[in-house]
Nanobody, 128 residues
């Protein structure tokens, strides 16, 4: 079973940047689609971004497109999320997740039930 651990969260002012990282153990991440989700206070967990196994294809929710960049380093067994131009509405606990599906269809990328391995989350707080 894959174990994931996020790091890099913190407090930042609006307009600032943070880089989140996720390291894996137990499995080689190259065998998974990788995604980032977030849960804001009082809200459902939502899809943020995903990246395919090779790293050649990336996917973003409309709310973060153009501001966030997902990347992966299969040699280091890590995935990262570079977050720029942060807004207060980005405040949330951010989770990385691993998805074993062979499909790149939108449903399989964006639906959290398709992800079988999850990190514990890292808090991102954006002040105004």
């Amino acid at each position: 079973q894959v174990q994931l651990e996020e790091s890099g969260g913190g407090l930042v002012q609006a307009g600032g940047s943070l880089r989140l990282s996720c390291a894996a153990s137990g499995r080689t991440l190259s065998t998974y689609i990788l995604g980032w989700f977030r849960r804001a206070p009082g809200k459902e967990r939502e899809f943020v971004s995903a990246i395919n196994r090779s790293g050649a294809n990336t996917y973003y929710s409309d709310s973060v497109k153009g501001r966030f960049t997902i990347s992966r380093d299969n040699a280091k067994n890590t995935v990262s999320l570079q977050m720029n131009s942060l807004k207060p509405e980005d405040t949330a606990v951010y989770y990385c997740a691993a998805n074993p599906t062979l499909s790149l269809g939108r449903y399989y990328l964006e639906t959290e039930s398709q992800y079988t391995g999850w990190g514990q989350g890292t808090q991102v707080t954006v002040s105004s």
